[in-house]
């Protein structure tokens, strides 16, 4: 498996020799093409941020990677009915969550942050969320991740743990309170049906 990784560290330093920019953006769109797998594209975007311009890496590597994301909504869209067959109440609470609240945020949260982003995308298919909003928050998302992976090459990966940690810290407290508003949502509501039923009898 390591020599896997590293051998398509190598292949992407290559294409990033080879295409500039654009290999940046190849590289980002298929590691992220790739779905609930570790693909090394970070490594890539950090040493090319110590060779290129960290602004512009972390612009072509955010957008390679946002465009790669749509494969994770693809999937919620063309197997939704399995996933929401097995998950229908989560996903009901979801749904009503973020047409109450807006994805626009959590997309950008999950881009923006080491949490499995993947798992945001297929969720997006399956509640049919709109696929331009969801490019959009993956673009700001992918952009600010990848110019923080770009900048740690061009100053030192040292910068790269402290931001991770913080920011790993921040989005899982703030994804157990979505998480824990979107389950409990309507925890309330039967309640307030079976005492009206009670009056009624």
Known sequence: MADILTSFINWGLGLVDSLGYMGIFLISFIGNAVILLPVPAYAVVIIAGGILNPWLVGIFAGLGAAIGELTGYGVGRGGGYMIEKK???????????????????????????????????????????????????????????????????????????????????????????????MVTADAKKPKAKTRSKRKKK
């Not at 009901?92 to 994805?103: A, P, Y």
């Not at 696929?131 to 993956?138: E, H, P, T, W």
């Open 87 to 181: 998950y229908k109440s989560l996903l009901k609470n979801t749904k009503r969550w973020s047409e109450r609240h807006g994805m626009f945020p959590i997309v950008i949260l999950f881009a923006a942050t080491p949490l499995p982003d993947d798992i945001v995308g297929i969720i997006c298919g399956v509640i049919n969320y709109d696929i331009r909003k969801f490019l959009g928050a993956n673009i700001i998302g992918k952009i600010v991740s990848h110019s923080v992976l770009a900048w740690a090459g061009f100053y030192g990966s040292s910068l790269l743990g402290e931001w991770n940690m913080i920011l790993f810290i921040i989005a899982s407290f703030v994804f157990a309170i979505i998480v824990i508003k």
